[in-house]
């Protein structure tokens, strides 16, 4: 049998001797400093949460982790450098249920029309393996483990150190592993290594604390952490109307488990095509800002692409307005579990109202931009090129809601780097940006074309190109262009994969097929740039064009 | 009180004091299984099946049966009858000889237990060499080897571009595999090995039990990086030349015997991946590979760049100077990088590469850019079997596959006298997509021969047997391999489990 060394019982950090330490020290502290406690009837447990702790909400797909609680203080670790950061300790309950539902790993089947369901079935083997493959704060290892039993429930306690490469500074974690009664329960305090000494007696004080209370039910496969479904749905295959259905039923699906999910002290609203959860205490004052900035996005977008997926339902988006940055990083933090129908409608974000709360804004913003396209027309928000894509982000991060309306301001930087690009003769012109491929977009000097791109785009919607007879269109036509052209291309694909085509016979066949293949691939993308922009501006003459561009350039410098 | 607890251990009722151990040269370790002596070997005995394994593979084995003597003449019967037992040429008493075999079997079995219990990251094991301060996991057999390689290294690389001295050991944190590498090391993805280049440095590589070779060229890599920043270091090298330096440097190998370290060898895996490019229709331009910024070009046709430049004495001594001169030339106009340290960026690079090698004119820089292709097209060849392995991966693998290809460089590893049981099994599974049934078996069993112990070898052999009607039999190698490792599994047993 080969050897799994991570479960080789050792007493070599907690050594017999270390381990009367312990007990003892266990019994000279406090005997809880718990205010509260969290229940759980459903995996059958309570245990005692610190003093002052918050609970944080559990991401709506999370399928592992059960609990999670937040220290309301922050440690800090300075390095060698002198550069500081904060952290504050925080848990989380994870639960490996210990039956395995019959049958393959991993099983595909059709779950209705134009559906199916993929389902993994206990991706991660224990505590260890969901540590390895989840965890990335930085390098770790086991620095001791021990078997106990508290309350008469077989306990593995585990003493990791986090240690190489971290983000925060040296860590601890500190996980006991209850085993009970077919579901292992993994309790883990994560805290900085300076932390440690001054946390321990309430991380183990609060570990000691856990009981078995009875529990509702029986854990089936309905309720079972471990097993992952992925479904997908054709939704191409549908009709506008069908998909409007579906996305409805999704969309009141995720709301209403949204909702279930919620801690006691956060507060939820409907407002208009939003739903807004709110931890921020301060009676939605911050929510209704970031509601407004949402919803004046979301109004500009309908209205400057109406032909954009024409009569495609878009989700209501959820925004969650965290406490604190601390408190959206620890809602964050997840088993990676998350599927695409949570997060990918929810935008989380943490109440801030100075500087960092403009970068809160733009997250927004772009959040708000994604969900939109995604569900107007996903094709062709992916098939944006370089030029548009990045230009458009980067606009759309701009902007700021006043009232209803949208405000768009360049960023200083943004004239700057132009201005001096300008000085060295060093500006991309419009026609040649909008025919860069990424390979070329993202070379040397990428900081001009990026600032170029968000000039010309808002140039072009909100500037003086979108006023002008010649330009006010531009950007509306590039799209219906670029929606013909991969429309095209597909079903120029599809054709040829239905016809027979002829393997290679010999290496030298097979070097040429090669060479044709990966050249198609770069010139494909180079075609679509080329033939789009053909068809958006094939009729200008030069006379348009040094229009054009004298009135651009105007705009930026 | 440590030792104590170990001895407890060993002795409690429950404890495989008479359970067979296997421990083997690459590291393995196999507890719990029933091994039985024979010739050339030991057989290791499961439920669905017995396994051979040659004894070139052994470190160790301990087998319970080893301390009961067993006459096989009528004299060592009448001997035994007298109640004494051969032992290492004399007949002594019986239980005399169960003694020191005992005491010799736990020896044997505490040295295993110890290379257990220092794969363990908190229980590793700590040496000081001349250069290095060594924390490893790996077993000491063959840390030995690698830690007297860098040794060498250091000194040969130190010598020729004239490092200053006086700097204290660096860190080498060496795994025992890619999975503890990632864990500990705290670093994901590709990345196979890394220097930490800001204090406290380290270097943080695994030892791949698959492929030594590419251990010990991933150890150069990084090491060089190290000396590098030895040059100076309050300077961090641009991505080119120090990547394609460090590439250069990795393709290195050390004859003990004479005590000699040859640089500058081919690096296979990367000549692969420039002829892939190549036979896409991509010829690297020499300003875009050392203008660019942090490209992946870097390891491979940057690495061709150097190996092209390191061989022609001319330009290998303008290439020094070059490598030299970005740290310290006053020409050369330098970016602070963060962290204390200063660069140069690409554009500057290329400004000073120009000026060290003498490329005045645009001609000139046409000139030494076909020189350096024709080195690639003309003087670079795949020399070693692990090179053909590596490049039969590529075409077998990079979009779209040339199978037509990969089958050949298989055959040519193979011919080549490839020891390597991936490349069999790769080769097997390649020739079962095409419905090759018998050919692909064949190469399981070699692959099998070569490394016996490997699940998939069985688990795969096991689909193929089914394929060919043998589902029974086919079965029970499935059932081997899961035997084996636990936790291997197959997806796709359809042609097992299906009528």
């Known amino acids: 049998m080969r050897i799994d060394r991570s479960t080789i019982r050792t007493t070599s950090a907690f050594g017999l001797g270390s381990a009367l330490g312990v007990l003892l020290l266990l019994v000279m502290l406090a005997p809880s400093v718990q205010a509260q406690y969290h229940e759980d009837d459903r995996f059958g447990y309570k245990i005692g949460i610190p003093n002052g702790w918050q609970q944080i909400p559990i991401q709506v797909d999370e399928e592992w982790i059960i609990a999670k609680y937040l220290c309301d203080k922050a440690t800090r670790y300075t390095d060698d450098q002198g550069f500081s950061s904060d952290h504050k300790t925080d848990m989380q309950v994870i639960a490996f249920i210990d039956k395995v539902t019959d049958g393959p790993k991993v099983e595909a089947k059709e779950t209705g029309e134009n559906e199916f369901t993929i389902s993994i079935n206990n991706p991660f083997k224990d505590y260890p393996d969901y540590l390895r493959r989840t965890f990335n704060e930085g390098g770790w290892f086991e620095n001791g483990r021990e078997e106990r039993k508290v309350g008469g429930v077989d306990v593995t306690c585990l003493d990791i150190k986090v240690e190489k490469l971290t983000r925060s500074g040296p860590m601890r974690i500190t996980t006991w592993i209850f085993h009970h009664d077919g579901v292992d329960i993994a309790i883990q305090f994560q805290c900085l290594e300076d932390g440690y000494k001054k946390q321990r007696g309430l991380i183990l004080g609060s570990l000691r604390s856990f009981k078995t209370i009875p529990r509702t039910g029986q854990l089936g496969p309905a309720d079972q952490t471990g097993t992952r479904r992925i479904t997908i749905t054709k939704m191409d295959k549908l009709t506008p109307d069908q998909r409007r259905l579906q996305r409805m039923e999704l969309e009141k699906q995720l709301i209403e488990k949204t909702v279930s999910r919620l801690p006691n002290d956060w507060e939820h609203a409907e407002v208009g095509n939003f739903l807004l959860l709110d931890h921020a205490d301060d009676k939605f004052k911050f929510a209704k800002k970031i509601l407004t900035q949402a919803q004046a996005v979301m109004s500009w977008l309908e209205k400057t692409f109406p032909e954009v997926g024409e009569g495609e339902y878009v989700r209501s988006p959820i925004i969650r307005v965290c406490k604190d940055y601390d408190e959206e990083k620890a809602f964050r933090k997840s088993s990676g579990s998350s599927g695409w129908s949570g997060m990918g409608t929810e935008i989380v974000v943490h109440r801030d109202l100075g500087f960092a709360g403009e970068y809160e804004l733009q997250w927004v913003n772009r959040r708000v931009m994604d969900i939109w396209f995604q569900d107007r027309d996903r094709e062709l928000y992916w098939a944006l090129p370089p030029w548009l894509g990045t230009g458009l982000r980067q606009f759309i991060g701009s902007a700021e809601a006043k009232g209803k309306r949208l405000q768009f301001r360049p960023e200083s930087w943004e004239t700057t780097t132009l201005k001096i690009a300008a000085q060295k003769r060093e500006l991309v012109a419009p026609r040649e940006l909008m025919r860069l491929s990424s390979g070329d977009f993202l070379g040397e000097s990428v900081s001009i074309r990026v600032h170029s791109a968000t000039s010309l785009v808002r140039f072009l919607v909100a500037g003086p190109g979108a006023r002008n007879r010649l330009t006010k269109d531009v950007l509306p036509d590039y799209l219906e262009n670029l929606k013909a052209v991969i429309t095209e291309m597909e079903e120029k694909d599809k054709a040829e994969k239905k016809t027979d085509s002829e393997d290679p016979t010999t290496e030298e066949e097979e070097e040429e097929q090669f060479k044709v293949e990966r050249e198609k691939w770069q010139q494909r993308r180079q075609e679509i740039l080329d033939q789009v922009f053909e068809l958006t501006f094939g009729e200008w003459s030069d006379a348009d064009w040094k229009r054009f561009e004298q009135a651009y350039y105007k705009s930026i410098l | ?499």
């Not at chain 2, 049966?65 to 019986?94: C, H, N, R, S």
């Not at chain 2, 460090?246 to 060898?265: N, Q, R, T």
């Open chain 2, 1 to 499: 009180m440590t030792s104590l607890i170990l001895c407890f251990i060993l002795l409690a009722p429950n404890n495989p004091v008479d359970e067979d151990v296997l421990c083997l040269k690459d590291g393995r370790i196999y507890e719990e299984l029933k091994l039985e002596r024979v010739e050339g070997g030991v057989k290791a005995k499961f439920t669905n099946g017995d396994i051979f394994v040659p004894d070139r593979l052994i470190l160790e084995s301990i087998v319970a049966g080893d301390v009961q003597f067993q006459p096989e003449t009528d004299e060592e019967k009448a001997m035994v009858e007298k109640g004494l037992v051969l032992y290492e040429g004399e007949w002594i008493k019986a239980n005399k000889r169960d003694r020191l075999m005992k005491k010799r079997l736990d020896g044997r079995r505490q040295a295993i237990l110890d290379m257990k219990e220092h794969s363990l990251w908190r229980n590793r094991y700590k040496e000081k060499t001349a250069h290095f301060q060594w924390e490893y996991t790996i077993p000491n057999h063959i840390f030995e080897e690698y830690r007297d390689l860098m040794e060498v290294y250091f000194t040969d690389f130190a010598k020729k571009w004239k490092i200053p001295g006086g700097a204290s050991p660096l860190v080498v944190c060496f795994y025992h595999d890619r999975d503890a590498f990632h864990q500990i090391g705290g670093i994901k993805g590709g990345v196979i090995g890394y220097f930490r280049y800001v204090e406290p440095w380290e270097l943080n590589i695994f030892y791949d039990r698959t492929d030594p070779a590419l251990t010990e060229d991933v150890m150069f890599h990084e090491a060089n990086h190290y000396l590098q920043k030895l040059i100076d270091v309050q300077f961090k090298y641009p991505h080119f030349p120090g990547e394609s330096l460090a590439e250069y440097y990795g393709a290195s190998s050390y004859d003990p015997k004479k005590k000699k370290l040859e640089v500058g060898l081919i690096q296979e895996g990367r000549l692969i991946e420039i002829q892939t490019d190549i036979s896409g229709g991509e010829m690297m331009s020499l300003e875009k590979l050392i203008r660019a910024d942090r490209m992946y070009e870097h390891y491979t046709w940057g690495w061709a760049l150097a190996h092209f430049l390191m061989s022609d004495k001319k330009y290998e001594k303008k290439f020094t100077l070059f490598f030299k001169g970005l740290a310290h030339d006053r020409k050369i106009k330098r970016v602070d990088h963060g962290g204390g340290l200063s660069s140069v960026e690409p554009d500057e690079v290329w400004k000073a590469f120009r000026r060290y090698l003498s490329l005045t004119s645009d001609a000139d820089v046409k000139e030494l850019e076909e020189k350096w292709h024709a080195y690639i097209q003309e003087k670079l060849q795949l020399v070693t079997s692990s090179g053909y392995e590596k490049a039969a991966f590529a075409a077998s693998s990079t979009y779209p596959p040339r199978p037509i290809k990969a089958k050949r460089l298989f055959q040519e590893a193979i011919e080549k006298g490839s020891k390597n049981s991936l490349t069999y099994h790769r080769f097997a599974e390649m020739l079962y997509g095409e419905g090759d049934t018998e050919k692909a078996l064949e190469l399981w069993n070699q692959a099998i021969a070569l490394d016996p112990l490997n699940a998939a070898f069985y688990a795969a052999k096991g689909k193929a047997l089914g394929r060919k009607g043998q589902k029974e039999e086919g079965k029970k190698l499935v059932a081997l391999a899961q035997e084996l490792d636990p936790e291997f599994y197959q997806i796709d047993l359809s042609e097992l489990f299906s009528d």
